[in-house]
């Protein structure tokens, strides 16, 4: 299970599903709600990215969790959860999630470092640099950084188009 609010989806997000999948038969990505966060973009939206996303990955399925990640991987009969860290900071504030989901479910959190070359990216830094009309396209899976510019309400900067 690779829970996360994916608002949006990232090639950092990308790359620890691939990894997980190196790891797991199946993987099931389950797009949810942070209520520590607000999103910009609807849930149904970034479950129609990430899936669009992982199109070609087999042995990937994208859910939407509008309850508890602990029933969702109870449903789905999950044997971890798999996170990506991308510094100590990310293990700060992923800890408290995998001993209340292990409390809550008897899952275990699995955490994965992703490739250093991507740890710049998080949905937050690209929502910024997109907001003030920076070039997102090589830090987001195709199609997704137009609906951001979008949801943004940005004109699209032409140096960044492909
Ligand atoms: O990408 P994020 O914002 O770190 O993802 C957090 C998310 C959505 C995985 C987390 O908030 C979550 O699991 N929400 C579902 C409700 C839940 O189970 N909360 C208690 C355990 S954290």
């Not at 389950?30 to 966060?37: D, E, I, S």
């Not at 607000?38 to 994208?62: H, Y």
């Not at 959190?109 to 003030?132: C, N, Q, W, Y």
């Not at 699209?156 to 188009?161: I, L, Q, S, T």
Request: proline fraction near 6%.
């Amino acid at each position: 299970m690779c829970p996360g609010s994916f608002d949006p989806v990232t090639e950092g997000h990308l790359d620890i599903v691939r990894r997980a999948r190196t790891l797991f038969d199946q993987v099931v990505v389950a797009v949810g709600v942070n209520v520590t966060k607000s999103a910009l973009l609807p849930p149904t939206q970034r479950v129609e990215m990430f899936a669009r996303a992982t199109a070609s990955m087999s042995g990937v399925r994208v859910v939407r969790m509008s309850g508890l990640l602990a029933d969702l991987c109870r449903d789905e009969g999950a044997s971890a959860i798999v996170k990506g860290l991308r510094g100590g900071a990310d293990f700060d504030s992923e800890q408290p999630m995998a001993l209340m989901n292990r409390h809550l479910s008897g899952v275990e959190t699995v955490f994965i470092t992703g490739d250093p070359g991507l740890s710049h990216i998080s949905s937050s830094m690209v929502k910024d640099v997109a907001g003030h009309g920076g070039p997102i396209y090589d830090l987001v899976p195709e199609g997704v950084a137009d609906a951001v510019y979008h949801a943004l309400d940005i004109n699209v900067p032409k140096e960044g188009v492909r």
